[in-house]
């Protein structure tokens, strides 16, 4: 893959699929800001995503997510951006990401978002409450549900192999 300092980058994917992580690591290689959109979020609104929820609803949250994402496209020239899991799949933000930037998804197994998610379950509204076998099937039901929105990424990948370039330094610079 090759980037230059006006791309817009988008990493999408399920919650715990590396997101962030690799989006920070990706910045620093590529010298383009870091922006993840759901601290943006919590900053503007001045409450966690938790308060979000339970206080203004889900379609508020999305909403505000897509308002955003608009923004950021409209007014800011080379960034990468980790979405939220459900952003591609709200307000045709999936094709606004490709039609202004590349769109990358970080397609992980559902074991391994599983395995991610476990520790994180407190501090995500979507699954809190769920128990190990809820959560299960909570990733597997998601995925499925928004993996026709993730397919109409620029470019898909495992983090596993985003490693594997970092390390071969496949990443033109």
Same mark, same amino acid.
């Given at each position: 893959?090759?980037?230059?300092?006006?791309?817009?980058?988008?990493?999408?994917?399920?919650?715990?699929?590396?997101?962030?992580?690799?989006?920070?690591?990706?910045?620093?290689?590529?010298?383009?800001?870091?922006?993840?959109?759901?601290?943006?979020?919590?900053?503007?609104?001045?409450?966690?995503?938790?308060?979000?929820?339970?206080?203004?609803?889900?379609?508020?949250?999305?909403?505000?997510?897509?308002?955003?994402?608009?923004?950021?496209?409209?007014?800011? =020239?080379?960034? $990468?951006?980790? %979405?939220?899991?459900?952003?591609?799949?709200? !307000? *045709?933000? #999936? &094709?606004?990401?490709?039609?202004?930037?590349?769109?990358?998804?970080?397609?992980?197994?559902?074991?391994?978002?599983?395995?991610?998610?476990?520790?994180?379950?407190?501090?995500?509204?979507?699954?809190?409450?769920?128990?190990?076998?809820?959560?299960?099937?909570?990733?597997?039901?998601?995925?499925?549900?928004?993996?026709?929105?993730?397919?109409?990424? =620029?470019?898909? $990948?495992?983090? %596993?192999?985003?490693?594997?370039?970092?390390? !071969? *330094?496949? #990443? &033109?610079?």
């Amino acid at each position: 893959m090759n980037f230059n300092p006006t791309d817009k980058i988008f990493l999408i994917g399920m919650m715990g699929s590396g997101k962030s992580y690799w989006g920070k690591k990706l910045s620093e290689i590529i010298h383009l800001d870091f922006i993840d959109l759901d601290e943006v979020l919590v900053n503007e609104e001045g409450r966690d995503i938790n308060k979000i929820f339970q206080e203004s609803g889900e379609q508020y949250f999305r909403d505000q997510e897509t308002k955003i994402l608009n923004r950021f496209i409209l007014e800011k =020239k080379g960034f $990468i951006m980790a %979405t939220g899991g459900g952003v591609p799949c709200f !307000n *045709n933000n #999936i &094709s606004n990401m490709n039609n202004h930037g590349i769109t990358i998804w970080l397609n992980e197994s559902p074991e391994v978002i599983f395995r991610r998610l476990l520790p994180e379950k407190v501090h995500r509204p979507l699954i809190k409450e769920l128990n190990n076998e809820e959560l299960h099937d909570f990733i597997l039901l998601k995925l499925a549900e928004r993996k026709a929105y993730y397919r109409k990424a =620029k470019y898909i $990948i495992k983090s %596993t192999d985003i490693a594997d370039t970092f390390n !071969n *330094n496949l #990443i &033109s610079l």
